[in-house]
């Protein structure tokens, strides 16, 4: 059902996209910059059986670079009649000081495309509940994410699509990995521990910096976040380094890693709930 509702090899037409890239850069290298991430979206959705036709997304819209340029892609995609979901995009106003509320309504209103903006002080609870100093990410994630879950009952979506990204994915597995003793990462389809709606991650195959340099071409206007995003020497941001750090002197090993994660051998690792250990034997004994 995937593969007729989204043909990776069929290109849909030279110069359709939806009307928010009227405005787009006609350069050839962003033209070959969007195809790359619309390739990569298209591969994800593809691998990781995320499409059922006429279900109903609810698009994650933060207002920062991941979140605008998943929402670009997806309304390309749809508007090619490559993606047969209704899409409803949503902001979830944390009540941070100074949020710039009229940003993503105009912005939304500009393009045509169906939202819904609800406003939840989650801000006062972070900041009233964890130490100055420490990381509010934890908290403000599990909060933001309930708010979303339940959004996306009211409003009858099967799906929350978020706009996390290969380096998201690969800071969260050496997190785990350094900080949490386990070896996981953030996977791109998830079905809430309720059970009723599903976690799409249709970026994951895409690179930050592909996505940055998108959202700077595309002049999104970019809001940026005051609470977690002020807060230094978090240890994702430490990951963030390293893997940075490691890509700079090996070219192309973020791709490598991201491979290994859909790579797992299990009889070559030491969980026993893997791999039935005391089953192994020579012939013949």
Request: glycine share 8%; aromatic share 8%; with cysteine.
């Amino acid at each position: 059902m995937l593969d007729e509702a989204i043909p990776l090899e069929d290109d849909a037409g030279e110069g359709v996209a939806h009307p928010l890239f009227r405005d787009a850069p006609s350069t050839v290298e962003f033209q070959k910059l969007r195809k790359r991430l619309i390739r990569e979206m298209r591969q994800a959705l593809t691998d990781f059986a995320m499409v059922r036709p006429e279900e109903r997304w609810l698009v994650g819209l933060s207002g920062g670079k991941d979140s605008y340029t998943l929402l670009a892609l997806l309304l390309d995609l749809k508007w090619r009649g490559l993606l047969p979901v209704d899409l409803l995009a949503c902001n979830l106003d944390q009540a941070q000081p100074g949020f710039p509320a009229d940003v993503l309504p105009r912005f939304l209103d500009g393009i045509g495309v169906p939202y819904r903006i609800e406003r939840q002080d989650t801000y006062s609870i972070v900041t009233s509940k964890i130490p100055e100093g420490r990381t509010y990410c934890a908290l403000c994630s599990r909060l933001r994410r309930g708010h979303l879950y339940r959004i996306a009952r009211e409003e009858g979506c099967a799906a929350l699509v978020l706009g996390h990204h290969r380096e998201d994915i690969l800071e969260t597995f050496f997190m785990n990995l350094f900080h949490g003793g386990k070896l996981a990462a953030m996977p791109p389809k998830l079905l809430n521990e309720a059970g009723d709606v599903m976690v799409l991650r249709p970026l994951a195959y895409a690179a930050e910096d592909d996505i940055a340099r998108f959202a700077a071409a595309m002049a999104f206007p970019i809001i940026p976040c005051d609470l977690c995003g002020s807060q230094e020497g978090l240890q994702r941001n430490a990951a963030k380094a390293m893997l940075a750090e490691w890509e700079r002197r090996h070219p192309g090993r973020k791709d490598v890693m991201l491979k290994a994660l859909g790579n797992a051998n299990p009889s070559h690792l030491l969980d026993r709930r893997l791999f039935d250990f005391s089953a192994l034997g020579r012939a013949g004994t």
